[in-house]
Each structure stands twice: as structure tokens, then as C-alpha cells.
């Protein structure tokens, strides 16, 4: 697999996949998505890969934003198709990913950047994080499914003053309206996040996977529906007979 935006790594069943363009704040451009979109292929088929932290390089920058130079000579069918081919071949990939995708926001996290961190599974923040979805002063909105995910996070009211100001929350309003669930040192964010891994790495993959797609289903006519037949399929799985063995005989399940 070869990457030319992106650092790999993986230890201890955690991949990090670190977008490395410091000079330009990380932006996501065309080769980004093409990486991010071969680099979770490598997640879902990977077997020695069992939860991933994605994160910026530097200390400045998570993702700051889109490459806006992609975007000047595109007209409204050139506009969807960018957007379509980053929703498909990443955003939405990521989302549903079958094994927990947590991001490490160090710094700027506006427009793509925003939204890369929402469709992972949660998100962890610096003291100097930012976030926001800035697009609105450029004549444009939200592509990477912003709207979207920004309201399901935060709620309509907010999500629409964000969009609609481009005001930028930092790392404790990000919190304070469930943005992210913790706020770190930057020192410390990696760490936390693998503190957080290491536990969740220890649990079932098959209930994992289930619970990912089941909250990914939440507030829609399915949902209920979604978690019903997740959870009977989990019975008779040779994870559950295991995780039930060994609560009845007071030891710590070993699921592989």
C-alpha cells in the first residue's frame, strides 16, 4: 500500500493514520481522499488491525480544511461529483467502519476537516482544538455531509447557527455541546486515545461492529428495527457463548 499524504502504523491491534501535510495544515485534496479511501480498505481487511486513531501531523492542524484551489474551476456537476466521490470512497467508509475509528483533533478542524472528525466513531480534542464549519463565507455549504452529521451530534438549533455564522467553537465548547467526548493536553492526546482503544480492543469485534451499526441508525425508521435483529444475531456467535461463559465463571472473556 503505498501512501503519499499519509503516515500507517500499527501497534498493539491500534492503527494510526496520520494525515501528513503540515505545510498546507493537513487540507484534504484529491490524493488525501484517494489515501484515506485505500488506507480503511487496508482497516476492514486487515485482521491484526482492530480499532484506528486518525489524527494530524504537527501541532497546528488536524485537517484546517478542503484544498480550496481544487474546488475554483468546478461548475455545480463538478461541485457534487467532488463531493459524491469524498462521501462514498471516504467519509461514509469511515462511518461505517466495523471497527472503532476515534479522532485525535489536534487543532484546526473546520469545513472537511470538521467533518472528517465527525464521521469517526467519536472524537477526542487538544486544549488548542478548533472546530467549525466555515463554508458559508466562501459562497458555499457543508459537502462531506456536514449538515448532516454536525445536527445529529449538536442538534438543529446549534448546528444551524454554526453553519449559518462560521463561528468557530474551541476545545471546551466542543465539549461542552458533545462535540468530542474529552479534552486533553496535546502531549497527551495520543495517549488517551490509545488508553481508550487499548479497553475497547479488549471487547467483542462481532459486538463492536453491531453496536457501530446500530448507533449509525439512530433517530432513523429503522433504528429499532436495526438493534432487534443485531442483538438476536448475536446469540449462538461462539464471542457471545464466550462473553457469557465467562461472566457465569467470574474470569475475563477472551475474545481472540
Not at 49 to 57: D, M, N
Not at 212 to 225: L, M, Q, S, T, Y
Amino acid at each position: 500500500m503505498e501512501l503519499n499524504t499519509l503516515l500507517f502504523s500499527v501497534e498493539n491491534g491500534i492503527a494510526t493514520i496520520t494525515i501528513n501535510r503540515p505545510d498546507k495544515m493537513n487540507a484534504l485534496n484529491k490524493e488525501v481522499i484517494a489515501d484515506l479511501s485505500s488506507a480503511f480498505d487496508e482497516v476492514y481487511t486487515n485482521k491484526e488491525i482492530k480499532s484506528v486513531i486518525l489524527t494530524g501531523a504537527g501541532q497546528k492542524a488536524f485537517v484546517a480544511g478542503a484544498d480550496i484551489t481544487e474546488f475554483i474551476e468546478l461548475d455545480a456537476a463538478g461541485g457534487a461529483n467532488i463531493a459524491r466521490i469524498g462521501q462514498e470512497n471516504v467519509f461514509n467508509k469511515i462511518e461505517n467502519c466495523p471497527k472503532p475509528v476515534v479522532a485525535a483533533v489536534n487543532g484546526f478542524a473546520l469545513g472537511g476537516g470538521c467533518e472528517l472528525a465527525m464521521c469517526c466513531h467519536f472524537r477526542l480534542a487538544s486544549e488548542n482544538a478548533k472546530f467549525g464549519q466555515p463554508e458559508v463565507n466562501l459562497g458555499l455549504i457543508p459537502g462531506y455531509g456536514g449538515t448532516q452529521r454536525l445536527t445529529q451530534l449538536v442538534g438543529k438549533g446549534k448546528a444551524m447557527e454554526m453553519c449559518m455564522t462560521a463561528q468557530i467553537a474551541d476545545a471546551n465548547e466542543a465539549l461542552a455541546i458533545g462535540l468530542v467526548n474529552h479534552v486533553t493536553t496535546l502531549d497527551a492526546l495520543l495517549q488517551k486515545a490509545t488508553d481508550i482503544l487499548t479497553i475497547i480492543n479488549t471487547k467483542s469485534p462481532m459486538a463492536l461492529s453491531k453496536i457501530i451499526a446500530c448507533v449509525n441508525k439512530a433517530g432513523k425508521a429503522d433504528g429499532f428495527e436495526t438493534e432487534i435483529n443485531q442483538f438476536g444475531e448475536c446469540f449462538g456467535t461462539p464471542e457471545m457463548k464466550e462473553g457469557v461463559s465467562a461472566f457465569l465463571e467470574k474470569r475475563k472473556a477472551n475474545f481472540g
